[in-house]
Nanobody
């Protein structure tokens, strides 16, 4: 129903910025929330940020709050993750995901039906 493709990952120095994009190659009228998850080496995938399509409501994990900003472009059917003040601990593969769940954007991975392939973000000290 919907396919997601991430891009924008790369290598940056601590304190730097990076902007990730999540483009939907197939549209879905049932996609209510798009989120960003990240998975560091040897660790489980964790929630980073989410945005609700209906009103733009956003939610952030405490670890990224104040540094990351999630946004959407309805015309382009794309979600962005602007990452500022990056830290080495932000190093991970970042995935975008979409869900038809209505209400408060879920933070659990199992709630999301569609996933992108991931894009690597590496922050050097």
């Amino acid at each position: 129903q919907v396919q997601l493709v991430e891009s924008g990952g790369g290598l940056v120095q601590s304190g730097g910025s990076l902007r990730l994009s999540c483009a939907a190659s197939r549209r879905s009228v049932s996609t209510n929330t798009v989120a960003w998850f990240r998975q560091a080496p040897g660790k489980e995938r964790e929630f980073a940020a989410a945005i609700r399509w209906s009103d733009g409501y956003t939610d952030y994990a405490d670890s990224v709050k104040g540094r990351f900003t999630i946004s959407r472009d309805n015309a382009k059917n794309t979600v962005y993750l602007q990452m500022n003040s990056l830290k080495p601990e932000d190093t991970a593969v970042y995935y975008c995901a979409a869900t038809a769940v209505i209400g408060v954007p879920p933070r659990r991975t199992y709630a999301y039906n569609y996933w992108g392939q991931g894009t690597q973000v590496t922050v050097s000290s």
